[in-house]
Each structure stands twice: as C-alpha cells, then as structure tokens.
C-alpha cells in the first residue's frame, strides 16, 4: 500500500507573531515602566526649580528621556489605531518546507483591505544571536535572506491572491538553542494613506535538505 503522505507536508494556517491586543498591551507596560523612572527624576528636577535652587545638569540630561516618553505616548496611540486595520491571514503550503522547496502562499484578509494602497509579502531569513558583555546580556539580529513575494498597488490584487517562492538551497534551517536561532518569516506590510500602516509577522518552521538533495 502507498504510503500517507507526512503530516508536515499539510498546508497550515499561520498566525501572526504578535497579536494586536498584545502589541498595544506590551507598548502600556513599556510606556508606563519607561515615564515612572523618568518622572520621579523630572519631579526632583522640578522640586529644585520651587526651592529656587534650578538642577541645570540634571533638567538637560533629562530632556532626551522625557521626549523618548513622549514618544512612547504616542506610540500607544499608534499600536490602538493599528489594531483596527484589517488584519492579514495567510496559509502556506507546504506546512514546513525544506530548503529547496518551493512554497506557496495564499492570503486574504480580515476586515476591509480597501483602505490599502500598496501590499507586499516577503519572507525573510534571520539569524538571532545572544551574548554577554559585562553583566549585559544583548541580542543581535541579522538577516541573511530576503525573498519577495509579492508587491502590487493593484486594489484588486490586494484583497487576497498566491504567490509562490523557492527557498534556497544554501541558506539555513530553522534552529533554536540556547544563545543561538535561525528564524524564518513572512513579513506582511500594507501602506495606508494618513493612517498607521499593516505590519505583521508570521513565523514558519523551515526544514533541512532533503537527503535526497544531499546525495552527489
């Protein structure tokens, strides 16, 4: 009998790396975290201002801060009307492709793309690195591969459509470790005229050669 056929060769629905609720959640957290420090400094600024006793040093060393929070307030704003926009489904086929194969993707979307001048698709490899130096730990973050998709300002395009791409040969495979990862995603971005624009990330598992490839 032929045998079934592996359960990761399946097309699969993808989500997106971060949802709207949380994106909005995650820039309060910040923002507030970010302007209590700031402010309990700006509030001995300002005491000294009252004493009559102006702390210069600090206020101008304060200033870059304070606009920083400013900006975080802002960006609260940005990530609530963000949430609103439609919102990019995507389905790839194969569910987890090797390097080598060629995947597709499909898309449509939730709520209405109308309001979507230009849409672009593409995936993109990434290598993730973290380090210590000192008592700080940091994260780096290259990328190594970058394949279109799909771009078109074509309003009938954009609502939902397929696009295909091979992944190459000689890149790498999805990897996960300790201090090391090798991240592959979809990066959907969707221009909006006076508005915040789509941005969203779907991250897929990619698999190594196929041994069959590997045979000389």
């Known amino acids: 009998a032929e ?5 990761h060769e399946a097309q699969r629905v993808l989500e997106p790396e971060t949802g709207p609720v949380a994106k909005v959640v995650g820039m309060l957290i910040f923002a507030t975290i970010w302007n209590g420090i700031v402010g309990v400094f700006v509030w001995q600024a300002y005491l000294s201002f009252q004493r009559g006793h102006p702390d210069w040093f600090m206020t101008i060393f304060l200033t870059p801060f304070v606009l920083i929070g400013l900006g975080l307030i802002g960006g609260i ?3 609530v009307l963000a949430a609103f926009n439609p919102r990019p489904r995507l389905t790839v086929a194969p569910a987890s492709p090797r390097l080598g194969d060629r995947m597709r993707v499909e898309w449509t979307f939730a709520g209405s793309p109308a309001r979507i001048d230009r849409l672009s698709i593409v995936l993109e490899g990434h290598e993730k690195a973290t380090y210590r130096r000192g008592t700080d730990s940091h994260t780096d973050l290259e990328a190594f ?3 279109p998709l799909f771009e078109s300002s074509n309003e009938w395009e ?3 459509g397929a696009a295909e791409a091979a992944i190459p040969e000689d890149t790498m495979h999805s990897f996960s470790s300790t201090n090391n990862a090798v991240i592959w995603s979809l990066h959907v971005n969707g221009d909006i005229p006076k508005w915040p624009d789509v941005s969203e990330s779907f991250e897929i598992d990619v698999r190594p ?3 069959e490839r590997l045979t000389p």
Do not use: G, N
């Open 3 to 7: 045998a079934a056929p592996e359960r």
């Open 77 to 79: 704003l940005y990530t």
């Open 145 to 147: 591969a970058s394949i």
């Open 158 to 160: 954009i609502p939902s």
């Open 209 to 211: 050669l196929d041994r």
